[in-house]
Structure formats: C-alpha cells, structure tokens
C-alpha cells in the first residue's frame, strides 16, 4: 500500500511580526483515497473559480478569498 502525505505551513518563522506559524496536512492511505481527495479537491476549487470570478492562474489562498468562500465542506 502506498501512503501519500500532503502538508502545508501559514506563516514565517518572525515573532516580531506574526504571532503564529501553523502547519497542517493530510495522510491518504492508498491509491484510491488520493484519488477520491483529488477530485474532491478539484471540485472544491472549480465551484470558488466558478462563483466568484477568479481566474485559472490565480492561486487561490485563503487570504485573498471571501469567508463565504471558505464556507465549504470536504467530509460528507
């Protein structure tokens, strides 16, 4: 079995400047998890795209979308 690991940081390493450094990820248990939470995510992104007008270019953050944007649940 393969296992995928993904995993993300917000902030810099600047306690004159930020308060807080998060890290945060997910571990996929084989093949087809991966695949579930690629399309789950893919989905996800293509609805904000959709709705709110931004561009396939633009990375989306989630400091530069709406929180009504973020309103989005991954878990059924």
Request: aromatic letters at 14%.
């Amino acid at each position: 079995m393969n296992i995928y690991i993904y995993s993300d940081e917000s902030g810099v390493f600047d306690k004159i400047h930020n308060d807080y450094y998060v890290y945060g990820g997910i571990v996929l248990l084989g093949e087809e998890k991966k695949a579930e939470w690629e399309r789950r995510y893919l989905s996800v992104e293509k609805n904000i795209r959709r709705n709110s007008g931004y561009s396939k270019d633009m990375e989306i953050k989630a400091t530069t979308i709406r929180n009504q944007e973020k309103i989005v649940c991954f878990v059924r």
